[in-house]
């Protein structure tokens, strides 16, 4: 690797603001804002809006939408659409 062209790689911690779950982990992402962690070391904090989580996918609590009132709304928009003369 080339000397100094590359991001600084250090601890920085993730907060995941959905569901309020801190993650210490590596990575080149840098901010200003900063949390004293468990060790007593005091890390860069990035906010995320979703992580794995709070993520449905990952935690098994997707919602379900209202197709019925979609299906209903097509049918009616398209009633006479394509039909014999």
Do not use: C
């Amino acid at each position: 690797m080339k000397a100094d062209i590359h991001p600084q790689y250090g601890p920085v911690v993730f907060n995941d603001l959905a569901s309020g779950e801190k993650i210490l982990t590596r990575s080149t992402a840098t901010s200003d804002k900063t949390i004293e962690w468990e060790d007593g070391n005091t890390y860069p904090m990035i906010d995320v809006e979703i992580s794995a989580a709070s993520h449905p996918f990952y935690t098994g609590k997707q919602r379900i939408m209202d197709t019925a009132g979609r299906v209903e709304r097509f049918n009616a928009r398209f009633k006479g659409f394509g039909g014999k003369k």
